[in-house]
């Protein structure tokens, strides 16, 4: 379908079913972090309604109803220029009716936009606390990056909020928050069951970790294999390049 793409934008291929996004060519664009928690994610009902928050120009939302094709996606984004963009990604991509973009803040969306509970809440949120790390002077990134609008304890909270009981929660975050991230969970009666180490290499630290919660779920965590990103000659690993199969069907 036909959308307007601006001077600064550019579509780019998800080598998922033709599915492509927009993104700006010198701004924020989404990372390997997207693609992995998108791959994480499993839903085992067709019937499922998922909210995506901070969806950002929309990547994940795309990737999991390319991928998993549940029944709705609600994708949350406070930034209306990342908005715009999200809504023109999916009516590209003819999801319209299968994603519906929201320009929202996450704080306070259980209580406010949303009325009804979900059976999956995915997020891919900023991982440093505002007062850490190199404070980017674009707001947009700094947004996307720092926790200036919502913050570690708000996600967890409002995706409790609007999760059903038994319903799941994943996320994508660094490995040196996982205590403050497993502490969070169970303050706001989500289990963690499943983590997942990811490495850039496999002589290199862990630089993310995916994470399954449940909430009222019973204690059980699971640790996954460790996902290798690149191999010895820094090309994708054998396990990484089928995330990127350009399934046709």
């Known amino acids: 379908m036909n959308i307007e793409i601006m001077d600064d934008e550019r579509l780019d291929d998800l080598n998922c079913k033709n599915l492509k996004i927009l993104q700006k060519k010198d701004g924020f664009c989404f990372g390997m972090d997207s693609v992995?928690?998108?791959?994480?994610?499993?839903?085992?009902?067709?019937?499922?309604?998922?909210?995506?928050l901070g969806t950002?120009?929309?990547?994940?939302?795309?990737?999991?109803?390319g991928k998993q094709n549940p029944k709705k996606v609600y994708a949350v984004e406070i930034q209306e220029e990342l908005v715009d963009m999200a809504k023109r990604s999916v009516k590209y991509n003819d999801l319209e009716d299968k994603i519906d973009v929201i320009n929202a803040d996450i704080v306070g969306i259980s209580?406010?936009?949303?009325?009804?509970?979900?059976?999956?809440?995915?997020?891919?949120?900023?991982?440093?606390?505002?007062?850490t790390g190199l404070i980017n002077d674009n707001q947009k990134k700094l947004i996307s990056r720092h926790e200036v609008k919502?913050?570690?304890?708000?996600?967890?909270?409002?995706?409790?909020?609007?999760?059903?009981?038994?319903?799941?929660?994943?996320?994508?975050?660094r490995p040196d928050r996982l205590c403050d991230i497993f502490n969070v969970m169970r303050e706001n009666k989500v289990e963690?069951?499943?983590?997942?180490l990811v490495y850039s290499h496999l002589e290199d630290e862990a630089n993310l970790v995916l994470i399954k919660g449940v909430k009222c779920g019973k204690p059980s965590l699971k640790v996954l294999?460790?996902?290798?990103?690149?191999?010895e000659n820094n090309e994708y690993t054998e396990e990484l390049l089928k995330f990127?199969?350009?399934?046709?069907?």
């Open 244 to 249: 990127y199969d350009n399934e046709e069907s």
């Open 36 to 52: 992995l928690i998108a791959n994480f994610v499993k839903i085992s009902r067709k019937s499922a309604i998922v909210a995506d």
């Open 111 to 131: 209580r406010g936009k949303f009325n009804k509970r979900f059976d999956y809440v995915i997020s891919n949120p900023p991982y440093k606390k505002l007062n």
């Open 56 to 65: 950002g120009t929309g990547i994940i939302s795309i990737l999991v109803v």
């Open 150 to 173: 919502c913050t570690l304890e708000d996600l967890v909270y409002e995706a409790s909020k609007l999760l059903k009981d038994n319903g799941v929660f994943y996320m994508v975050h």
């Open 192 to 196: 963690p069951k499943e983590i997942q």
């Open 225 to 231: 294999k460790p996902l290798i990103v690149y191999n």
